[in-house]
């Protein structure tokens, strides 16, 4: 079962003016190198290396940033509990997870290991429910609680699923 990756609203108008940005760049590269003239440079090869790594930056940051519209997730799978964030991804075993914390203070969703390490899962609020029941329902071990406002630090409504 997969879980799309929540961007908030700043950060999904800087990706897509970001994407744009990287268009703009390749097409004033096209324009200067329509304009200018490599026959005339000193040494034709700095031109062409510097051309050459005016497409590539534009290029290598549009497929960065595609990757993350495209392939940000979780992903919940038969023994494993998987993150991909564009071209980043890691896997963890199920059997590994401790406790799933649901803050509601702070509404976040936070999935601890037995190795002490954390990972805060950031998805729409309306599938937190859905992705506490697949990761329970993978590892019954799993001790699922929730911190609200009514109970403060010391206390938390505990479930076991």
Do not use: H
């Amino acid at each position: 079962m997969k879980f799309r990756y929540k961007f908030s609203k700043p950060i999904t108008a800087l990706i897509y003016i970001s994407i744009a940005l990287c268009f703009v760049g390749v097409g004033i590269n096209i324009f200067l190198i329509i304009t200018g003239d490599v026959k005339s440079a000193a040494n034709p090869v700095y031109p062409i290396i510097q051309y050459t790594l005016m497409f590539l930056i534009p290029a290598v940051l549009l497929i960065i940033l595609v990757s993350l519209l495209i392939s940000s997730y979780y992903s919940i799978e038969d023994k494993y509990f998987k993150t991909s964030f564009g071209i980043i991804k890691s896997k963890y075993e199920i059997s590994d997870i401790e406790t799933v914390i649901l803050d509601r203070t702070t509404n976040k969703l936070s999935v601890y290991f037995k190795n002490n390490s954390f990972i805060v899962v950031v998805v729409k609020d309306e599938w937190y429910n859905e992705f506490i029941d697949a990761l329970c329902k993978a590892n019954r071990n799993i001790s699922f609680s929730i911190k609200s406002k009514e109970n403060s630090g010391d206390k938390d409504d505990k479930k076991k699923k």
